[in-house]
């Protein structure tokens, strides 16, 4: 299943881009996630892996994640590693003017469970929740929030 969704932040290019790309960041508007590891913005480079801590019911669970597109301030994807849960997401950014940025999120996700809801529910829940992140993301630039 694809979702997209974009969202304008009144920050510039390069700021957006580095507090995205920040793996301590990812915690701040990610939902669920507690803690993530992965190279600095500055040694980062396609093949590199983050590592997200997530919350669940049943705890805290690890992913894995490989850098599959890396250009500064431009673009960023994402592909998952572990086993069952597939996921790829790409945010493309893009200079507005009066120097805001428009981010772009176009994200491939498989859901993985017992009990599976019918597509168009899946995809209504998944483009919700992309949606809350990048409304988070946002709230978090324009806060102030340093972008180093």
């Keep these: 299943m694809r979702v997209h969704a974009s969202i304008l932040v009144q920050r510039p290019i ?3 881009f ?16 507690v803690r993530a590891d992965g190279p ?8 590199d892996t983050v590592v997200l801590e997530h919350r669940s019911r049943l705890g805290h669970v690890r ?3 490989e850098v599959t597109a890396y250009e500064p301030p ?7 590693l572990d086993n069952d849960a597939g996921a790829e997401v790409r945010w493309t950014l893009e200079g507005a003017p009066a120097g805001a ?13 017992f009990f599976q809801p019918a597509a168009p529910h899946l995809a209504d829940l998944a483009t919700r929740q992309v ?18």
């Design 14 to 16: 390069a700021a957006v």
């Design 18 to 33: 580095a507090y995205l790309n920040t793996p301590a960041h990812l915690s701040c508007w990610l939902a669920g996630v």
């Design 40 to 47: 600095p913005p500055e040694d980062q480079e396609v093949g």
């Design 63 to 65: 992913s894995t994640w």
């Design 74 to 80: 431009r673009s960023l994807a994402l592909r998952g």
């Design 101 to 113: 940025t428009r981010i772009w999120v176009e994200a491939d996700l498989t859901a993985v469970g």
């Design 131 to 148: 949606q809350a992140d990048l409304a988070s993301l946002r709230h978090q630039l324009e806060a102030g929030t340093s972008a180093s």
